[in-house]
């Protein structure tokens, strides 16, 4: 494991017992602690990745209580060999449509909005094809911030027709075979192809880390 990698995880694991410390205590000077571990956190994550403190504390925001993953689905829709993909505005690569699971949603219906709010196309999902843990070095992932299980279903397309949105500027299906320049952080070619094993064998069971 490289350097990089190592302080991410390490940070993550410090930011996380100082989430659940302050979300527990009733002692002053106990929560004055765990605030200076969040500072400590701050300090050598922006030593190390090109990220400001307000960028840092920004994808903190809102994230209070119990400290737990964050959940990412992904839908896999296909056309025979082909598998769709939205082209992402914020880097101009490519990737399966998904996105957070949002407060309230189910896992299935996050994926089937997401397909809808970034492809224009309505699926319907149908197997949840695995769940992975985005930290995991075998799945391919650059190092990130956050700890996120990914969620990828194969999902049947059902209609409507390719729109872009805020988040994406591009929609097509791509050979299987012949992917365009990936955004890496999102879906890697490695998923896609197990997705699609999937695709050709509904029977499979569900992969998981």
């Not at 106990?30 to 403190?53: A, C, F, G, K």
């Not at 920004?58 to 209070?64: E, M, N, S, T």
């Not at 094809?129 to 391919?140: E, Q, T």
Request: aromatic share 10%; charged share 25%; with cysteine.
């Amino acid at each position: 494991m490289d350097p990089a990698t190592s302080i991410l995880q390490w940070a993550r694991k410090v930011q996380a017992i100082a989430q659940n410390g302050l979300t527990f205590t009733r002692d002053p000077f106990d929560r004055e602690r765990y605030e200076q571990l969040q500072e400590l956190v701050t300090t050598i994550l922006t030593s190390h990745l090109p990220i400001t403190p307000d960028q840092l504390q920004a994808l903190w925001v809102g994230d209070d209580g119990y400290a737990t993953p964050k959940i990412d689905v992904r839908g896999g829709v296909f056309d025979q060999a082909k598998v769709l993909l939205v082209r992402e505005r914020s880097d101009g690569k490519w990737t399966l449509p998904g996105g957070w699971v949002d407060i309230g949603d189910g896992p299935s219906f996050a994926v089937e909005r997401e397909i809808r709010e970034e492809s224009g196309y309505l699926a319907k999902a149908v197997k949840l094809a695995a769940l992975f843990d985005k930290n995991n070095p075998a799945h391919g992932h650059p190092p990130g911030i956050h700890h996120i299980y990914k969620l990828f279903f194969l999902c049947e397309l059902t209609g409507g027709t390719p729109t872009t949105s805020n988040e994406t500027d591009g929609v097509d299906f791509f050979p299987v075979s012949s992917l365009p320049p990936l955004s890496t952080g999102r879906a890697t070619q490695s998923e896609i192809e197990r997705l699609y094993q999937h695709h050709l064998n509904r029977g499979l069971p569900t992969d998981f880390d």
